[in-house]
């Protein structure tokens, strides 16, 4: 089975400075690869997803991911935080994949300092 | 487009009662999920639903039921409702080809409280 371990809970970092939100999978397979955010009071939104095209995926709002087979990590960055970046980011996988059984991570909250 | 929408956005029960969620996708999307979200579980996938068949499951007990219709809407059900059944409950879809390397679109969800 697949699985996402996201390996913060919490992160914090000031405006303008870069984020880090850091995901370890577990796939004996090429993974389906996903990140999506959660605003609060708002709906689950995809920010980019890997479809083994490229090892370096580019997202919505600035933010990007690097698939490293070799780690079996999917960390998401962005260069420079906006305070509207606040939220709970999750990394998802798809159990096979390309498979119909969605796992997420326990997610990772966001918190920015202006 | 219309997005996905659920219904009701809240609902409180009390124990051994039963409820049923509803989930209207996007136009035109035919696979519709459904998950529970706990602060202390996180968010789990409950099933898949595509063209009325369920795909897929997951680690749930069977007083958790779903079903499709022909229009792609979908309900999910809970039945004999225990305090642990409290969360936040999202339904999402897709156009569901396979392989789902899709873009998941999910609704505000269903907050269900059980008293």
């Known amino acids: 089975a697949q699985s996402v371990t996201q390996l913060d809970s919490h992160v914090s970092v000031s405006e303008g400075t870069p984020v880090l939100l850091r995901c370890n999978y577990s796939s004996s397979y090429s993974p389906s690869l996903f990140w999506y955010v959660q605003h609060p009071n708002k709906g689950l939104q995809l920010l980019l997803k890997y479809t083994s095209a490229a090892t370096l995926v580019k997202g919505i709002n600035g933010f990007e991911a690097e698939f490293k087979k070799s780690e079996t990590s999917f960390h998401l960055t962005k260069p420079s935080a906006h305070m509207s970046d606040a939220a709970e980011y999750f990394c998802v996988v798809s159990d096979p994949p390309g498979g119909f059984k969605t796992i997420f991570g326990a997610g990772t909250r966001l918190f920015v300092k202006a | 487009k219309a997005g996905v929408t659920q219904t009701p956005r809240y609902l409180i029960k009390t124990r051994g009662q039963q409820v049923t969620l509803s989930c209207s996708p996007i136009?035109?999307?035919?696979?519709v999920s459904w998950y529970q979200q706990t602060p202390g579980q996180g968010l789990q996938f409950l099933f898949e639903?595509?063209?009325?068949?369920?795909?897929n499951k997951g680690n749930f007990p069977g007083r958790f039921s779903g079903r499709q219709f022909s229009n792609s809407r979908s309900e999910m059900n809970v039945s004999t409702l225990e305090l642990g059944d409290s969360a936040l409950y999202l339904c999402?879809?897709?156009?569901?080809?396979?392989?789902?390397?899709?873009?998941?679109?999910f609704g505000s969800g269903t907050q269900l409280s059980v008293l």
């Open positions: 639903y595509f063209s009325e068949t369920q795909r």
């Open positions: 136009s035109g999307h035919r696979s």
């Open positions: 999402a879809s897709s156009s569901g080809g396979y392989p789902t390397n899709e873009k998941l679109f």
